[in-house]
């Protein structure tokens, strides 16, 4: 393998070399993939049976985002969309006699 001497390199060669290997590592990973489904799939037929019997096909489900109800007045970039804990800003607020509703988005 070419050793590569990456002091000698410009800013501009750098982030096209990063290009590349984001790239070589999208396909190396797809080509991989396809190496192992290809053997499982080999393997359970040798058993007699298919792939299938033991996945179910279905890609979880991605997080969906929850639309923000309350923003930090101090702060607006700080918010909270109702679940979890309450955030500290909020809890301070509320201290301070804050409604809820008024830090309402």
Known sequence: ?????????????LLALQER?????IERKAAEAQEVKEKLEALAEKS?????????GRK???????AV???NPKDPSQTWSGRGRKPLWLVEAAK????LES???
């Not at 290997?21 to 590592?25: C, P």
């Not at 007699?48 to 179910?56: I, P």
């Open 1 to 13: 393998m070419a050793r590569i001497n990456l002091n000698n390199m410009s800013y501009a060669e």
């Open 21 to 25: 290997v984001e790239v070589a590592l």
């Open 48 to 56: 007699g049976f298919s792939l299938s019997d033991f996945v179910d």
């Open 60 to 66: 979880p489900r991605a997080k969906s985002t929850v």
């Open 69 to 71: 109800k309350y923003r």
């Open 96 to 99: 301070k006699g804050a409604k």
């Open 103 to 105: 830090l309402g988005v």
